[in-house]
């Protein structure tokens, strides 16, 4: 089976939310509207030819979505970069040569990811999304990425030795980095606190009154 043109999506859902007490940051809903899932979805499908969602535990509750649940293929809680290798052997079945990568609770994350994505794809074929604040600081945002096929198994014998920073992996394949502006706000914005809830469905608010 050839390549797809585009890259499959991956939703990264597997972290443990401890900042908001526990559960699937994802499925909170944003001024009692949508979920977060639901927005991440909205955002990033149209870029992919098909999403799947990496999640450990029963993927029952997600069954609303009709993705497919990929768990951890890592023994323990590997962090992100195990929900990136699980995603990687599904593209593998589906004959894809990349997956792009997205956090389950960054509801405003670029429409454009995965174009810029590509653009700037180092010579290994990886990108890291990246955003540059109002000082001028770049903020890597490694969690949202592009991510050949093709590194796969070096990518498993990494985390097996018991790598878990993402950036350690991604540095020492000459990554390249898509930048992103965080004017008005930062694109990759995510939920960690009732708190930053509260700041998403401000920004929801603004986003829809500017894209009205």
């Known amino acids: ?40 979805i909205d955002r990033l499908a149209p870029q992919c030819d098909a999403l799947a969602l990496n999640a450990n535990g029963d993927p029952a509750r997600f069954a609303d979505l009709g993705l497919p649940v990929l768990p951890d293929s890592v023994s323990g809680f590997a962090g992100p970069l195990a929900g990136v290798l699980a995603g990687l ?19 405003f994350l670029p429409r454009d990811l995965v174009a810029r994505l590509q653009a700037a794809a180092g010579p290994s074929g990886l990108a890291l999304a990246a955003s540059r604040d109002a000082g001028g600081r770049l903020w890597r945002q490694p969690t949202f990425g592009l991510w050949p096929v ?35 706000f930062d694109p990759f914005f995510n939920v960690n606190t009732p708190e930053d809830l509260a700041e998403a469905g401000r920004l929801a608010r603004m986003i829809g009154e500017r894209e009205a």
Do not use: C, N
């Open 1 to 40: 089976m050839p390549a797809s043109p585009r890259p499959l999506g991956v939703i990264l859902a597997g972290g443990r939310a401890t900042r908001m007490g526990g559960g699937d940051k994802g499925l909170l809903r944003l001024d009692g509207g949508p979920r977060l899932i639901d927005l991440v």
């Open 89 to 107: 052997d599904w593209a593998a079945e589906q004959g894809a040569g990349a997956i792009v990568t997205a956090a389950a609770d960054t509801p």
């Open 150 to 184: 093709a590194l796969r198994d070096d990518l498993r014998a990494a985390l097996e030795d018991g790598l878990r920073k993402i950036v350690a992996w991604t540095d020492r394949h000459h990554a390249g980095t898509a930048e992103f502006e965080s004017t008005p």
